[in-house]
C-alpha cells in the first residue's frame, strides 16, 4: 500500500515537472508569437485551478519567461475588461508584477499611466451596483498602483493626475458607506482604504507643501475601517512633529486657519488635524524655535495676521460663540491656548505696555473663551469643562488676574473630584497653587478658607478629601502658615481614610501622608519660635550682657546658621551692631571673644565672611578686578574686519543720533544686572487697564536707536551698583555652598592682612596659635572642609608669613586634613633662611615649653613625621640623610629604601651596637634621640618585611618594653591567642583613633579563632564588627587629602582584610557540627576558597601586607583541613575534602614565597617553602610548584652572588625524583637544568637536556624559550647558519603559546638574529617558513622593525608575514607602510631629478607593451599599467582611494640617453609601474613594489575600512598650516640651527659666519616665502585630489592678499646675503628674531578654532556605521581585544595651537566608549627623523612593561609618558595631546613677560659678554662662563621662577603637592633615559608639563649618534636635566630623595636579566644605524640609491652601542648603601660648574 502510494506520488511530481518543461520551451521558440499568450494562460491556469494548487505552482516561472518576450500585449490582455472581473486573472496579473523578473511589466504600466486610470473609468461608466460577487475594478486599480509604488518608490510621485483620482475616491461618500458595510464586501477588498493611504502617503512624502492632502489623509481616523492605521500616526509623530520645518508648521498653520470655518470640513477632522499641529509646536517651542514659529519678537498690542498667535486669537478662537465648535475641537483649542500661554505669555500681554492701545485685547479673548466652563449650565462634558480651568490656571500663572476670578476659580478646581478628569484637575491645581500667595494680598487666607470651606460642607464624600488633601501634602510648604484651620479637619480625614475596612491602600498612603505633614509642620514651628524668641532676647537692650543672654548664646548661633534668610537675617544684624565696625576689632572678635563650639559641626567661616564684608565702604562704586575683563569696544574691533565692512560700518554710524559713552562696561556687574532686568518683567498689574495709544515703530533705524537707547540707560543703571552690594549678595549666597566660602575667606584673608597696621597684624598673630589649637575646635575633625581647615589655607598665603609653631602645624595638618599645606609650611621653615631668622626673633609666648635653641631640630622632627604618615618614604629618607648625626643610619636607611631588608636590619643592628659603645665612653646626646627612635622603629619594620613574627612577639613581650600594640600584631600570627587577647584588652584603653578599625578587625580575629572564645551568636556579632570596622576606616578615609596617593593604601589594604574576616566568618559557620554534613556548605567553602585565590595584594604592598592576608586565610585552611578530618572519621563518604585546604594551604605557602622572591627577599622564600613540610600528603601539582619556585630563588641568588648557587639550584633539580611528575612538569624541570648547565658552562649536557624537555612536550614555550637563548648565545660566537636557524625556530615556537607581551624579547631576538643572515637569505627563509603559528598580535609591536626589513634584501621574505599582520590588523600595517611608500617614492623622485639612471623613467618598448597587456587585468577601472615584474604582479591604483597610486602623470620626458633601459635588463628592479604615456613614469624599486604589494592585498580584503582610513588621512591635508604659520615654523627652525652654529663657534663670537648649510636653508625660505619649502618639492604630487585642491587653493588666496605682497618684499630685502654685514651670524641671528616676532604676532590674530564641517565633509559625517576604525595608535601596544576603542565622531571643532615648535591643529576624536580624546595633528619637514624620534618612544613603551612588574619601581608609580604618535603621511603626524599641557619654555616665556623682559634675552646675553672678553683679546675662562651664569640668574632668570608659576597654577596645597611629587618621578625618569639611552639633550621646547596630573612627556627625542662616528655621544657636561629651576621648584630634599631614588629604582629594574633589554635595544638600534647609514651614504654620493649596511659593520656598531647603554645601567644599578652612582650623577647636573659649560640656547639657568 505504502510502495504503491508512493510511487503514484512519485508519478504526479514527474508529471508537474514535465508539464512545466513543456511550458518552459515556448521562450525559447523564435517562431512562437504574441498569439499564444492567452491560450497559454487558459491552459496554465485550468492546469492550476483543477489541481488546486497556485500558491506554489511550478508552472508559473516557465510562464514568465515567455509573457516577457511580449510585456506589452501580456499587460493589455490583463487590463482587458473581460479578464479583469476574474479572480484568478488578477493574482496571477499581481503575482507577474511583483515577480524578481516583473520590471518590464511594471515598466510597461508605469510608461502609460492612462491604462491604469482607464480600469477605474469602466467600472463608473457602466456603474455596475457593487455587489459581494462582482470584481471590484477600482480595488483592482488602486492594487496595481501600490504594487508599483512598492518598486519604485518615486513614480507616483510624478503623476499628478493618478493621485487627482485616488484623492477623489478617497474624499467620495460613497467610498466611506461602502466600507461602513462590512458584511456586504469581499473580505479581499478590506485592505483598499490603506493601500489608498499608503499611495497618497507617498505622494505627500515627495511633495509636503500639498498639506491640504495631508489633512485628507487624517480622514483616516475620522471613519470606522477593519484595517489599522497606525503607520500614519506613526508618520506623523516621527516624521511631521519631528523633523519638518518651522515654516512648513506655519504654512500648515494657517492652512488650518482657512479651513476651520469651511463647514464642508468634519468637526471630526479638524479635531484630528489639532492633533497635528499641537505636537507640531509643542517640539519647537522644546527646541527654543518659539519666536522663530510664531513669527518675531513679542508685540501682544498689534495685530499681525503673520503672527500665530494673532491668527489664533482672533481667527480661531471665537468668545461670542464659545460652543461653536464640537467638544472634541474645543477641548484641543483649548490644549492649543495652554500651550502658547505656557511658552509664549510675552507674545499675548505685556503688562508694562500700559500705552498701548490694543493692550490686552488677546489676554481678554483667551480669558472670555475659557471662561464659560465655570458655568456649570454650560458644560456637561468633564474633560471640556477642565481643560478650560488649565487654560485658565496657566493664565493665573503668568499674568495679574483679578482676585475675584482667581477665587470663583479655585473653588471650582476644588470641587472637581470626577475621575475622568483627574489627571486634567491635577495639572491645572499644579500651576495654580504655587502662584496663589503671590497673586493676591491674602492669598495664604483664601487657601485656608477655600480648602476648609469644602472639607467642612463636602467631606462627606471621601471622593472630594482624595481629591483635596493630596493638595496639601504636596504643597505642604505653601499651607504652613494657615496649618492651624486646617489640622483638626486633616485629624478627622484621617480616622475616614486610613481606619476603615473599606479603606484602599491609596488612601491609606494618604493618611500616613498627612500624618507625616502634621509633624513636619510642628517641627518647622518648633524652630521658628525659638528663633524669634532669641532675637526679641538679644535685640532687648536692658537684658544684653545679662547671664540670661549667655544661657541663650548656643541658640543664638543656631539662629545665624538658619537656611531661611530672613530669619538668619534678623540674628545677624543683631550680631552685626553689637560688635564695631573695624575690620581689626572684627577679626579679634572672631579670635578670641566668640566661642564657636557651639555652632558644632557647621562651617561657621560663613559667619566670620558676612562680619568681615559687612564694613565695606558704603560709597565706593563697584570695579572690574582686572582690565583683561572688559570687552573691547565696538569701533576697536571694527577696525580689524577688512575694507568693505568698514565701509558699512561707517553708514550705520552716521545714522547714529546721539553719541554714547559705552566703553567703561565693567563685567563684575554682571551678577547685580540680571536682577535688575528681571525686576521690570513681571506683569502684576490688572489686565483691563487702557492707555493712549503708542506710534507703532517700523524704521529699522529707529528700532536701533530705541535699543541703543536702552541700552545706554541700562549701563547708566550699572554705574551706580556699589561694591558693598555685590559684597553683601556674595555673603548670602556664600550661606548656600560651602565651597564658595572657602575658596573666597582663602583669597579674602590675606588681601585684608595687608591692609592692618603692623602693631595690628603682631597682635592678631598672638591669638591666631591659641585660638586654631582651642578644643572649642575637635568636633569640627570629621568636617570637611573643617573650618580650621579653610582658616589655616587663609593664614598661609599672607605676608609677611605669620610664624607658627612646628607642632602646632603638624598637630593641625593631621587633624584638619591639612596634610599638605603643613608639609609645605614646615619645608619653608626649615630650608627659606628668612623664615628661620624670622623664627628666632619671635617673641616668647606662653606656648613655648622648651628653650628655642632646637627649632630647626623641632622643624624637622614635625617634617619627617608627616612625611612617614603621608607615606612620603622616599621624602622621608631624603630628609634623614641631610640630618643623621652616624654615617651608618644613612646606610641603613638607603637599603631599606630599595627593599634590601635583610640588609637594613643588619645595618639598624650595627647602628645600635655603635651607640651602645659611645654611650659607654660619654652620655647620650639629646639631639640623637629621635635617630635612636628611628632604629627602634625602622627595625621593626625590617622584621615584619621579612616575615620574623616570633621574633617580634619575644621582643614586645620583654621585659622593660612592653609594647602591646606590637604584641597584637604578632601574636596572631604565631598564634598565641591568649596572649593576643591580653594585648587587646590593654590597646583598647590607649587606641589612637586612626587605628580603631584594626581594634574592631582583631576583636573579630579573636572572635572567630579563640578556641576558648565561641559566640553563640557568633555570625551576627561579626557582621556587627565588619560594619563598625568598614565605618571607622572610611571615616579615617575622609581626614585624607582629596587626590588619592600613597596614604590612602594601608585603608584600601584594610578594606580586603576586613571583607576577608566576614568571609572566615561564613567558612567557621560552614564547618559547625550543624552544618558540616550539607553540601551548600562544601560548596560555599570552596567559592569562598576560589575568590581568595584570585584576589590578591598588589606586586607594589609591602611584604608584610601579603603575610597578614596569607597568614589569616592559612589558619582556616587549616580549620578546613582538621574540621574534615576528624568529621571523616565518623562519615568516611567524605574522607577527601580535607584536600581542599590542603591544597589552598600549600598553593598559599608557594604564592608567599614567590612575591617574597619577586620582592628580591630570597632568604624569605626559601625559608616560605620550606614550610611546606609541615602538610602532610602534597597535592603533586604543589610539589613540582615548591621546587620551581626553589630553583628560580637559586636562579635569582646566582645572578648576585655567582656560581655556588647555580650549583646548588642544580642539585635540587637532580635529587628531585621524576616519576611521580606529569611529562609536562618533567620537561619543564628538564628545561630549568639545561639553563643551569649552560651557565655554569656544560654545553653539550645543556642542548641534550633541551632537546629532551621538548621532545617531551613540544608545545612546553618555556623550554622553546630557554633553548633559543642557549642557541642564540652558541651562534653569535660561532656563526653556524643551521644555529641561527634554530634559535630563530625556537624563539618562533616559543611564541606560539604566549601571550603578546611574554612574546616581546624573543620576537626582539629573531629580528636581530635576521642581521646575521647570510647570501641565500637562509635565516629570513627560516622566519617566513615557522611564522605560519605565531599569532599575527605577536608581531604588532614591532612593525617598524618590520618595514625596516622590507626595504633591505630580506625584504621579499618579509612580505608573507606582513600581509599576515596586516589581513588581522589592517590599520597597524596600512598607515605605517602607506608612509614608507610615499616616502620612498619621494627620495626615488629626488634621485631621478639628481639624475640617478636606476630611478629613471620606464621606456616605451615592445617588450614592456606585451607584458602590461597581462597585467591591466587587476580591475577593469583602472588605468592601464605597464610592469617590469613577472606577469600579473599588479600594482594597486584603484579609483576610489585617490590618495596612492603607482600610477601618477610622469614627471619630465625620458631623455634619449635613458631610452636603453628596458625593464628585462635589471635584475634588481623587480616591478615597475606607472602610466603609459609617452614619457615614462618613474621606476619604483623592489622596496616600493613589495609596499604597494601588500596594500593592494590589505584593499582588496578589507575595501571599507582602508577607503575611510584613506578618506581620513586625505581630510587632513586641511589641517596644514597656513603661509604665515609655515613661514614661521621655518624660521624658528633656522634660529635652532644658527643658535647651534653660534654655540660651536663661542671661540670668536664676532668673527662668527653662516655655515653653507644655513645659507641654503635661508635662501630657499626666501625663493618659497609663503608657499612653503615642502610644497615645492614633490611633496604636492604624494597627496591626493582634495590635498592639491587646498595647496592650490591656499596658494590662491596668498598670492593676492596685500599684506602678504607686502611682507614678502621686506622680507626678500631683509635676507639679502649680498648686503656688506649680512653673512655675520649673530646679526642674522637678530633678523630672524624679528621676523619671528612679526609673524608671531600675525598669527595671534588669527582665528583660533574652525568647524570641521566647513573643510571635511566625510570627517563630519564619519560615525561608527561608516567603518570600524580604531583611534590612531591604538595598536602599538597591542591588548585585549575588548579593550581596543574604535572612532565613533570626530568633534565639529578643530583648534589651533601652538605646540611643537609648530601651529598644530587640535582635532577631538570621541570613542564608542564615550570618551573624547584630543590629537594634535603636527606637520613634519623632516621624513627620516620623525622615525628617529618613534623609534624611542618604540624602546620607552617596552620599558613601561617592566617597570609595571617590579615592585620598587610600581610602589613608586614610575611609567615614562609616551604620548602615541602616528605617522598618516611623511610629511603628517597625529599626536595624542592633552590639552592640559604647556612646554617647559612656554611656562617660562609666561614668566618672562610678567617680569618685562625678553625670554632670550639671557642668551644674546651670553654672547654679548663673550665678545666683550674675546675682544680684549683673551678667551673666556671658566671663571667668566660662571659669571655670566650668576648674572643672568640675579638679574633675568631667579632660581624661584618655575616655582613661582606652580604656586600660581596650583592654589590648593593637595594640588601643589600632587604635581611637584608626580613631576619629580616623572623627570627622574626622563633625566634617566637621556643619561642611560644616551638621547638628545632635552631642551626646554621638548619638555611638556601636563598640567592635569604632573605627568611630563619629551618630544623629539632621538638616539644621539655622532654623524660621522656612528657613536653615541657620552660626552656632555651635565648627565640629564637637573637645572636650577627644576632642583629649586622639586627642592633639596625632593632630588636626594624621590628623584635619586626613582633612578636607581628604574635602573635596578631594567637590569634584571629575564627582561633581557639589551634584545630589545639591539632590535631598535639596528633600524637606528640602518638609517645613519643610509643618511651618511645619501650624503656622500647624492642621488644614487644607498646600499644595504654590510651585516658585519651593523653587528658591530649596534653592539657597540648596546654595550655602552647597558654599562651605564648597570653602574646606576649597583647599589651599597648609601652613595649611589646616581648621587654623583646629580651632583653632577647640579653643579654650577657644568651648567655655565652648556649652550645658552638650552637654557642651563631654566
Given at each position: ?10 508519478c ?25 499568450i492567452?491560450?497559454?494562460i ?27 518576450r511580449?510585456?506589452?500585449?501580456a ?15 488578477n493574482?496571477?496579473f ?54 508599483l ?11 499628478t ?13 460613497a ?9 456586504s ?10 493601500l ?44 511631521v ?9 506655519r ?70 460663540n ?11 483649542l ?7 500661554v ?15 492701545l ?10 472670555t ?24 490656571s ?10 475675584r ?17 483627574r ?11 504655587p ?14 478658607h477655600?480648602?476648609k470651606?469644602?472639607?467642612?460642607e ?11 488633601l ?24 484621617l ?5 476603615t ?11 500616613v ?12 514651628r518648633?524652630?521658628d ?7 526679641r532676647?538679644?535685640?532687648?537692650e ?6 540670661l ?41 572672631i ?5 564657636w ?45 577688512d ?10 554710524m552716521?545714522?547714529?543720533?546721539e ?15 540680571i ?17 493712549p495709544?503708542?506710534?507703532e ?6 528700532s536701533?536707536?530705541?535699543l541703543?537707547?536702552?541700552q ?12 558693598v552690594?555685590y ?19 582663602v583669597?579674602?584673608f ?10 595690628q ?7 591666631l596659635?591659641p ?32 610664624q ?20 609645605l ?13 624670622a ?20 622643624t624637622?622632627d ?6 612617614s ?8 629618607t ?77 621582643y ?66 561579626i ?13 579615617e ?17 584594610a ?24 553540601s ?18 598588589m ?27 576528624s568529621?571523616?572519621s ?15 594551604s600549600?598553593?598559599?605557602?608557594i604564592?608567599?614565597?614567590k ?11 626559601l ?6 613540610h ?6 603533586i601539582?604543589d610539589?613540582?610548584?615548591k ?16 656560581k655556588?648557587e ?28 639545561g ?17 629532551a ?33 634554530s634559535?630563530?625556530?625556537?624563539f ?12 616581546r ?29 605565531v ?7 614591532w612593525?617598524?622593525?618590520l ?17 599576515q599582520v ?44 606585451q ?5 591591466t ?18 600594482v594597486?591604483?584603484?579609483p576610489?582611494?585617490?590618495g596612492i597610486?603607482?600610477?601618477e ?39 616600493m613594489?613589495r ?21 581620513i ?36 663670537v ?12 635661508v ?10 619649502i ?37 622680507f ?7 648686503v ?14 624679528k ?50 576603542v ?5 568633534m565639529?571643532?578643530v ?12 582635532l ?35 620599558m613601561?612593561?617592566f ?35 604647556v ?27 663673550l ?10 675662562s ?26 600660581h ?37 621638548m ?18 649618534i ?7 655621544d ?16 622639586l627642592?633639596?630634599?625632593?632630588v ?8 636607581v629604582?628604574?635602573?635596578r ?25 643610509k ?11 644607498p ?28 647599589f ?10 646629580v651632583a ?18 631654566l
Open positions: 500500500m505504502d510502495r504503491s502510494y508512493v510511487r503514484v506520488k512519485f504526479f511530481v514527474q508529471e508537474l515537472k514535465t508539464c512545466a518543461a513543456i511550458i518552459n520551451i515556448f521562450h525559447m521558440i523564435p517562431a512562437a508569437s504574441s498569439k499564444l492567452e491560450p497559454l487558459l491552459v496554465t491556469l485550468a492546469g492550476e485551478k483543477s489541481l488546486f494548487l497556485e500558491a506554489g505552482s511550478p508552472f508559473r516561472d516557465p510562464l514568465v519567461k515567455f509573457l516577457s511580449y510585456p506589452d500585449v499587460v493589455d490582455l490583463f487590463l482587458s475588461e473581460a479578464r479583469l472581473k476574474e479572480h484568478q486573472w493574482r496571477l499581481e503575482f507577474i508584477l511583483t515577480h524578481s523578473d516583473g520590471k518590464k511589466f511594471r515598466e510597461v504600466l508605469e510608461s502609460n499611466p492612462a491604462k491604469l486610470l482607464n480600469i477605474g473609468q469602466q467600472q463608473s461608466a457602466e456603474s455596475i451596483p457593487v455587489t459581494a460577487g462582482t470584481n471590484d475594478l477600482q480595488f483592482q486599480m488602486i492594487k496595481l498602483i501600490s504594487v509604488t512598492r518598486f519604485e518608490e518615486a513614480w507616483l510621485s510624478q503623476h493626475q493618478i493621485v487627482t483620482n485616488l484623492l477623489t475616491i478617497w474624499k467620495s461618500d467610498f466611506i458607506e461602502r466600507h461602513k458595510k462590512v458584511d464586501v469581499d473580505f479581499v477588498i478590506w485592505k483598499e482604504p490603506a489608498l493611504i499608503k499611495c497618497l502617503l507617498n505622494y505627500f512624502r515627495y511633495h509636503t507643501n500639498d498639506i491640504e492632502l495631508l489633512f485628507h489623509i487624517l480622514r483616516c481616523f475620522t471613519s470606522r475601517f477593519i484595517v489599522q492605521f497606525q503607520f500614519v500616526k506613526d508618520f506623523l509623530d516621527n516624521v512633529a519631528a523633523t519638518y520645518t518651522i515654516e512648513w508648521k504654512t500648515a498653520f494657517f492652512k488650518f486657519v482657512d479651513i476651520f470655518h469651511d463647514q464642508t470640513w468634519t468637526q471630526d477632522l479638524k479635531a484630528k488635524i489639532l492633533h497635528i499641529l499641537i505636537p507640531c509646536f509643542q517640539l519647537a517651542f522644546e527646541k527654543n524655535e518659539g519666536e522663530k514659529l510664531i513669527g518675531g519678537i513679542p508685540t501682544p498690542d498689534q495685530d499681525n495676521l503673520e503672527n500665530i498667535i494673532s491668527a489664533f486669537i482672533t481667527k480661531i478662537i471665537d468668545p461670542e464659545p460652543f461653536g465648535t464640537s467638544d472634541s475641537v474645543r477641548i484641543l483649548l490644549q492649543l491656548s495652554s500651550l502658547l505656557e511658552q509664549a505669555s510675552s507674545h499675548i500681554h505685556d503688562a508694562n505696555n500700559k500705552k498701548a490694543n493692550q490686552g485685547n488677546k489676554l481678554r479673548r483667551l480669558m473663551f475659557a471662561w464659560p466652563c465655570l458655568l456649570s449650565k454650560n458644560c456637561v462634558d468633564p474633560a471640556t469643562k477642565y481643560h478650560g480651568h488649565l487654560l485658565l496657566h493664565i493665573i500663572a503668568k499674568f495679574a488676574i483679578h482676585k476670578i482667581i477665587l470663583q476659580f479655585f473653588h471650582s478646581l476644588l470641587k472637581a473630584h470626577a475621575v475622568e478628569a489627571a486634567v484637575v491635577k495639572q491645572a491645581l499644579e500651576i495654580l497653587i502662584a496663589m500667595p503671590g497673586r493676591m494680598e491674602d492669598g495664604n487666607g483664601m487657601l485656608t477655600w480648602n470651606k469644602i472639607i467642612v463636602e467631606g462627606h464624600t471621601v471622593a472630594q478629601l482624595v481629591h483635596i493630596p493638595l496639601v501634602v504636596r504643597h505642604y510648604k505653601v499651607y504652613y502658615p494657615v496649618r492651624h484651620h486646617l489640622i483638626p479637619l486633616m485629624v478627622n480625614s480616622q475616614r481614610l486610613g481606619f475596612s473599606s479603606a484602599t491602600i491609596e488612601h491609606r498612603k494618604l493618611a501622608d498627612l500624618a507625616e505633614v502634621v509633624i513636619k509642620w510642628e517641627v518647622q518648633v524652630k519660635d525659638q528663633e524669634s524668641t532669641e532675637v532676647i538679644h535685640k532687648d536692658s537684658l544684653s550682657g545679662t547671664e543672654t549667655s544661657k541663650l548664646e548656643p541658640a543664638f548661633l543656631a539662629g545665624q546658621r538658619c537656611n531661611q534668610s530672613p530669619i538668619r537675617q534678623k540674628f545677624v544684624e543683631v550680631f552685626d551692631n553689637s560688635i564695631p565696625k573695624r575690620i581689626f576689632d572684627r577679626l579679634l572678635y579670635t578670641c571673644s566668640q566661642n563650639e557651639s555652632m558644632g559641626g557647621h562651617f561657621w567661616i560663613k559667619q566670620c565672611l558676612e562680619l568681615v564684608l559687612a564694613v565695606a565702604m558704603s560709597g565706593h562704586t563697584i570695579q572690574s578686578s582686572s582690565p583683561m575683563n572688559l570687552l573691547p569696544s565696538a569701533s576697536s574691533i571694527v577696525n580689524l574686519a575694507s568693505q565692512e568698514r565701509a558699512a560700518f561707517a553708514n550705520i552716521k545714522m547714529k543720533e553719541p554714547m559713552d559705552v566703553e567703561s562696561v565693567d563685567s563684575n556687574k554682571e551678577e547685580e544686572e536682577e535688575m532686568e528681571l525686576g521690570g518683567v513681571s506683569s502684576d498689574d490688572n489686565t483691563s487697564s487702557k492707555e495709544p503708542k506710534k515703530l517700523q524704521e529699522p533705524k529707529q536701533i536707536n530705541t541703543l537707547q536702552r545706554a540707560k541700562f549701563l547708566e543703571t550699572c554705574r551706580e551698583v556699589k561694591t552690594l559684597l553683601t549678595a556674595l555673603s548670602q549666597l556664600c550661606h548656600c555652598t560651602t565651597d564658595l566660602t572657602h575658596s573666597i575667606w583669597d579674602i590675606p588681601r585684608i592682612w595687608k591692609i592692618l597696621s603692623e602693631k597684624q603682631g597682635m592678631i598673630s598672638g591669638e596659635i585660638f586654631m589649637c582651642s578644643g572649642s575646635h575637635v568636633i569640627q575633625k570629621d568636617c570637611h572642609p573643617s573650618s580650621i581647615h579653610t582658616f589655616l589655607e587663609g593664614l598661609s598665603h599672607v605676608v609677611p608669613p605669620v607658627i609653631r612646628p607642632a602646632v602645624l603638624k598637630y593641625l595638618g593631621k587633624t584638619h586634613n591639612l596634610w599638605h599645606r603643613a608639609c609650611l614646615l619645608e619653608q621653615l626649615a630650608f627659606d633662611n628668612s623664615a628661620q631668622q623664627l628666632k626673633n619671635r617673641p616668647g609666648s606662653e606656648y613655648e615649653f622648651e628653650p628655642t635653641q632646637s627649632s630647626q631640630q623641632e624637622l614635625c617634617l619627617c613625621e608627616l612625611y604618615l603621608l607615606k612620603e618614604s622616599d621624602m622621608w631624603g630628609l634623614w640623610q641631610k640630618r643623621s648625626k652616624f654615617n651608618e643610619t644613612n646606610t641603613a636607611i638607603a637599603y631599606e629604601q630599595h627593599g634590601f631588608f635583610e640588609q637594613a636590619q643588619t645595618a639598624y643592628e650595627q647602628c645600635m651596637t655603635k651607640a651602645r659603645q659611645d654611650h659607654n665612653s660619654a652620655s647620650a646626646q639629646p639631639t640623637t634621640l629621635p635617630e635612636y627612635k628611628v632604629w627602634e622603629e625602622h627595625w621593626i619594620r625590617c622584621c615584619k618585611e621579612l616575615n620574623q613574627w616570633d621574633l617580634l612577639l619575644e614586645a613581650t620583654s621585659k622593660g618594653n612592653t609594647n602591646p600594640h606590637l604584641v597584637l600584631e604578632s601574636a596572631w600570627r604565631v598564634p598565641n591567642w591568649s596572649v593576643m587577647k591580653d594585648a587587646l584588652a590593654q590597646v583598647e584603653l590607649s587606641c589612637p583613633k586612626e587605628m580603631a578599625w584594626k581594634v574592631n578587625l582583631y576583636r573579630g580575629y579573636i572572635a572567630i579563632c579563640h578556641p576558648d572564645d565561641h559566640h553563640l551568636n557568633m555570625v551576627t556579632m557582621e556587627r564588627l565588619v560594619e563598625v570596622s568598614s565605618n571607622l576606616a572610611i571615616k578615609w575622609r581626614r585624607l587629602p582629596a587626590v588619592v596617593s600613597h596614604i590612602h593604601v594601608p585603608l584600601l589594604q578594606a580586603q582584610q576586613i571583607m576577608e574576616l566576614q568571609e572566615a566568618a561564613q567558612i567557621n559557620q560552614g564547618l559547625q557540627p550543624a552544618n558540616i554534613t550539607r551548600s556548605s562544601l560548596h560555599d567553602m570552596k567559592a569562598i576558597v576560589k575568590t581568595w585565590r584570585n584576589r590578591l595584594p606586586i607594589s604592598d609591602d611584604l608584610s601586607h601579603w603575610s597578614d592576608i596569607f597568614t589569616w586565610r592559612q589558619h582556616h585552611y587549616q580549620f578546613i583541613v582538621s574540621h574534615y578530618d568529621h571523616a565518623q562519615d568516611p563518604a567524605n574522607s577527601n575534602h580535607s584536600m581542599l585546604g590542603v591544597h589552598a600549600a598553593q598559599a605557602i604564592h608567599f614565597g612575591i617574597a622572591r619577586k620582592h628580591g627577599l630570597t632568604g624569605v622564600c625559608d616560605s617553602l620550606s614550610r611546606i609541615t602538610i602532610p600528603s602534597v597535592p601539582v610539589c613540582f610548584q621546587i620551581r619556585q626553589q630553583v628560580k630563588c637559586y636562579l635569582q641568588m646566582a645572578g648576585t652572588m655567582g655556588n647555580l650549583q646548588e639550584g642544580l642539585e635540587v633539580i637532580e635529587s628531585t625524583n621524576l616519576k611521580y611528575f606529569t611529562k609536562e612538569f618533567t620537561a619543564e624541570f628538564y628545561a630549568l637544568k639553563m643551569f648547565l649552560a651557565q655554569i658552562g656544560r654545553s653539550d649536557d645543556a642542548n641534550k637536556a633541551f632537546s624537555a621538548v621532545q617531551m612536550h613540544d608545545t612546553l614555550v618555556k623550554a622553546w624559550a630557554l633553548w633559543g637563548d642557549y642557541l642564540e648565545n652558541v651562534f653569535t660566537k660561532d656563526k653556524k647558519t643551521e644555529l641561527g636557524v634559535a630563530i625556530t625556537c618562533l615556537h616559543a611564541c606560539r603559546h604566549q601571550n603578546e607581551s611574554k612574546s624579547k624573543y620576537l626582539a631576538k629573531v629580528l636581530w638574529l635576521l642581521t646575521y643572515d647570510d647570501e641565500k637569505s637562509s635565516l629570513a627563509e627560516a622566519v617566513d617558513k615557522y611564522c605560519v603559528g599569532p599575527p598580535i605577536q608581531w604588532l609591536p612593525i617598524p622593525q618595514l625596516t626589513c622590507l626595504v633591505r634584501s630580506e625584504g621579499r621574505l618579509i612580505m608573507n608575514l606582513l600581509s596586516g589581513r588581522m590588523y589592517p590599520q597597524a600595517v596600512y598607515f605605517p607602510i602607506r608612509t614608507l611608500y610615499l616616502t620612498l617614492k619621494i627620495e626615488q623622485r629626488e634621485r631621478y631629478k639628481s639624475g640617478d639612471p636606476s630611478a629613471a623613467p620606464v621606456s616605451r618598448t615592445p617588450s614592456t607593451t607584458q602590461s597587456s597581462a597585467v587585468t587587476t580591475t577593469a577601472t583602472t588605468v592601464t599599467t605597464a610592469s617590469s615584474g613577472p606577469p600579473g604582479s599588479s594597486p591604483s584603484t576610489t582611494t585617490p597610486s603607482l600610477t602623470e610622469p614627471l619630465q620626458p625620458a631623455t634619449p640617453s635613458s631610452a636603453g633601459l628596458t625593464p628585462g635588463v635589471t635584475g634588481s628592479q623587480k616591478g615597475g609601474a606607472g602610466q603609459q604615456t609617452d614619457a615614462g613614469p618613474i621606476r619604483a624599486p623592489a622596496p613594489w609596499c604597494s604589494k601588500i596594500m593592494h592585498l590589505q584593499r582588496e580584503l578589507h575595501p571599507t575600512i582602508l577607503n575611510s582610513l584613506e578618506g588621512v586625505d581630510q587632513m591635508v586641511w589641517f596644514r598650516e597656513n603661509w604665515y604659520e609655515e613661514v614661521l615654523r621655518q624660521l624658528k627652525q633656522g634660529l635652532a640651527k644658527c643658535h647651534a652654529v653660534a654655540f660651536e663657534n663661542r671661540g670668536a664676532a668673527d662668527a659666519t653662516i655655515t653653507p648649510h644655513t645659507l641654503n636653508f635662501k630657499k625660505l626666501v625663493s618659497t616665502f609663503g608657499v612653503g615642502e610644497n615645492v618639492s614633490s611633496v604636492s604630487t604624494t597627496f591626493s585630489s582634495a590635498a592639491s585642491e587646498s595647496l592650490a587653493r591656499r596658494a590662491q588666496a596668498t598670492a593676492q592678499d596685500p599684506v602678504f605682497q607686502k611682507m614678502k618684499s621686506q626678500t630685502t631683509d635676507f639679502d646675503f649680498n656688506p654685514g649680512s653673512t655675520k651670524l649673530h646679526n642674522l641671528i637678530n633678523k630672524l628674531k621676523w619671528i616676532k612679526i609673524l608671531e604676532a600675525k598669527t595671534k590674530l588669527l582665528p583660533k578654532s574652525f568647524l570641521i564641517e566647513e573643510k571635511c565633509r566625510f570627517l563630519s559625517n564619519f560615525s561608527q556605521h561608516t567603518a570600524e576604525v580604531e583611534l590612531p595608535g591604538e595598536f602599538l601596544l597591542p591588548k585585549h581585544s575588548h579593550y581596543y574604535r572612532i565613533a565622531r570626530f565639529p571643532r583648534e589651533i595651537v601652538q605646540k611643537h615648535n609648530t601651529a598644530a591643529r587640535r577631538y576624536i570621541r570613542g564608542h566608549n564615550g570618551k573624547v580624546y584630543p590629537y594634535l595633528v603636527v606637520n613634519d619637514a623632516c621624513l627620516t627623523e620623525s622615525r628617529r624620534e618613534e623609534r624611542v618612544l618604540q624602546l620607552l613603551r617596552m613601561n612593561h617597570l609595571t612588574k617590579q615592585k620598587e619601581t610600581l610602589r613608586r608609580l614610575l611609567y615614562f609618558t609616551v604620548p602615541r604618535v602616528v605617522a598618516i603621511s611623511p610629511q603628517m603626524r597625529l599626536v595624542e595631546d592633552n590639552p592640559a599641557s612646554s617647559l619654555l612656554d611656562v617660562y616665556k609666561q614668566r618672562c613677560t610678567k617680569r618685562g623682559i625678553e625670554h632670550d634675552a639671557p642668551v644674546a646675553r651670553y654672547y654679548e659678554r665678545a666683550t672678553v674675546q675682544a680684549r683679546g683673551s678667551q673666556a671658566h671663571q667668566v662662563l660662571r659669571d655670566i651664569l650668576k648674572d643672568v640668574q640675579s638679574n633675568m632668570v631667579p632660581r624661584g621662577l618655575l616655582k613661582e608659576w606652580a604656586v597654577t596650583f592654589q590648593t596645597a593637595t594640588d601643589y603637592w600632587t604635581f611637584r611629587k608626580t613631576l619629580t618621578i616623572q623627570l627622574a625618569l626622563m633625566g634617566f633615559a637621556e643619561f642611560v639611552l644616551h638621547l638628545t639633550r632635552m631642551n626646554p621646547d619638555i611638556y608639563l601636563h598640567q592635569d596630573c604632573g605627568y611630563v612627556n619629551i618630544s623629539y627625542f632621538k638616539f644621539d655622532d654623524d660621522q662616528s656612528g657613536d653615541l657620552a660626552n656632555r657636561p651635565v648627565p640629564f636635566r637637573l637645572t636650577p629651576n627644576i632642583a629649586e621648584f627642592t633639596m630634599t625632593g636626594t630623595g624621590p628623584l635619586t631614588a626613582s633612578m629604582a628604574s635602573a629594574c631594567l637590569v634584571q636579566p629575564q627582561y633581557k633589554l639589551p634584545s630589545f635595544l639591539r632590535a631598535i638600534l639596528r633600524d637606528e644605524y640602518i638609517t645613519w647609514h643618511k651618511k651614504q645619501e650624503e656622500m654620493k647624492p642621488g644614487v640609491e646600499t644595504d649596511m654590510d651585516s658585519d659593520q651593523l653587528i658591530t656598531m649596534v653592539t657597540k652601542a648596546v654595550s655602552a647603554i647597558t654599562t651605564r645601567l648597570h653602574n646606576l644599578a649597583t651599597d648603601g648609601a652613595e649611589s652612582r646616581v648621587s654623583t650623577l653632577a647636573a647640579n653643579s654650577h660648574d657644568n651648567l655655565c659649560r652648556m649652550d645658552p640656547a638650552w637654557h642651563p639657568w
